[in-house]
């Protein structure tokens, strides 16, 4: 069973079109991340939620709205799509007790945009 | 900016070989310090990890040494193998109510038979 997965994994779509990638985990944490990973390969985070509540919301474009229906689930809606927006994009969650900065990823959602 | 900087940006070794990447960190408000290993097409895992109180940790042929008073640590693989060929990750685990990993750059690695 895969602890943390990512739908769709490859997403190919033109500009200005809106997409979703879905994230659940079956770790039974309450901390959940959104990372995007660019071409050189930097991670960087925009979100976090903690118990369904949004806990991290760095300077991303407002386009980018997170959701948590409830505290296994992490979906990513992007309006608008531009050709900047293309990357993988990674979702992760952690025990929120835990001190050790032990994230655990999916496999990540390749977002093409054309 | 960037608050974890990570070196070298790619790293070719021979297989026994010794595999060194360093990291330096500016902020204070970090409490633990892990190595997150990245292979082509998965999400980062963590390696191992290290609390800014101990010098060195030691896990099978991966070893972290820590120098607090200069804000620096750095990755050792033992014996470098063809399947240690993946991107490396070092990071840094805030304190604080909104805790988040802050990645350095990553370093290719590539061991060669």
């Known amino acids: 069973d895969t602890a943390v997965s990512q739908t769709p994994k490859y997403l190919v779509t033109q500009m200005g079109n809106d997409k979703s990638i879905k994230c659940e985990q079956n770790?039974?944490?309450?901390?959940m991340y959104w990372y995007k990973q660019d071409s050189k390969k930097f991670l960087k985070i925009m979100f976090s939620y903690n118990n369904k509540e949004l806990i991290i919301n760095e300077t991303v474009p407002n386009r980018f709205s997170p959701k948590s229906p409830d505290k296994a689930h992490l979906n990513l809606h992007i309006n608008s799509l531009e050709l900047g927006d293309s990357a993988v994009y990674f979702c992760?969650?952690?025990?929120?007790?835990?001190?050790?900065?032990?994230?655990?990823f999916g496999e990540g959602s390749r977002l093409t945009v054309l | 900016q960037q608050q974890v900087k990570q070196s070298p940006q790619s790293l070719i070794v021979q297989k026994g070989g010794i595999s060194i990447i360093n990291c330096a960190y500016e902020?204070?408000?970090?409490?633990?310090f892990p190595w997150y290993q990245q292979f082509p097409g998965k999400g980062p895992a963590l390696l191992i990890a290290?609390?800014?109180?101990?010098s060195e940790k030691k896990e099978g042929r991966f070893t972290i040494s820590f120098n607090k008073s200069a804000k620096q640590f750095s990755l050792h693989i033992m014996d470098s193998q063809p399947g240690d060929s993946a991107t490396y990750f070092c990071?840094?685990?805030?304190?604080?109510?909104?805790?988040?990993?802050?990645f350095g750059s990553g370093t290719q690695l590539t061991v060669l038979p």
């Open positions: 902020n204070t408000a970090f409490d633990y």
């Open positions: 992760a969650s952690r025990r929120t007790e835990s001190n050790t900065g032990e994230l655990f």
């Open positions: 990071a840094a685990f805030s304190s604080g109510s909104a805790r988040q990993l802050t």
């Open positions: 770790l039974g944490h309450d901390t």
């Open positions: 290290i609390r800014p109180d101990v």
